[in-house]
């Protein structure tokens, strides 16, 4: 099965950085966009960031400048750099990979989610 591992994040004081990293393993798709979204208890989740596999990226308007998404192709892995955090910020990320086969979708593997909390 396709298995997307996240790691990093934890607690962090307000106005701290942290990295986030998901790697993607276990599949013989080709993986293409890649990205993060965050769900805060009692919210629904959002857009964080997508990045393309040529390294295009969108953000959530409210984010830029804050935080950075970035690749490596030949890891499968996905990072998304957060500075400045807010206690707003505060929220379970969940990272994604949309899979390809022969050109075309194939599905989107989300991961687990890890856990962000920024203290005040």
């Known amino acids: 099965q396709v298995q997307l591992m996240e790691s990093g994040g934890g607690l962090v004081q307000a106005g701290g950085s942290t990295t986030l990293s998901c790697a993607a393993s276990?599949?013989?798709?080709?993986?293409?966009?890649m990205g993060w979204y965050r769900q805060a208890p009692g919210e629904q989740r959002g857009l964080v960031a997508t990045?393309?596999?040529?390294?295009?990226?969108n953000y959530a308007d409210s984010l830029k400048g804050r935080f950075t998404t970035s690749r490596d192709n030949a890891k499968n892995t996905v990072y998304l750099q957060m500075n400045s955090l807010k206690p707003e910020d505060t929220a379970v990320y969940y990272c994604?990979?949309?899979?390809?086969?022969?050109?075309?979708?194939?599905?989107?593997?989300w991961g687990q989610g890890t856990q962000v909390t920024v203290s005040s």
């Open positions: 990045i393309t596999r040529g390294g295009n990226t």
């Open positions: 276990g599949t013989n798709a080709s993986v293409n966009a």
């Open positions: 994604y990979a949309a899979l390809y086969s022969e050109g075309r979708w194939v599905k989107n593997a």
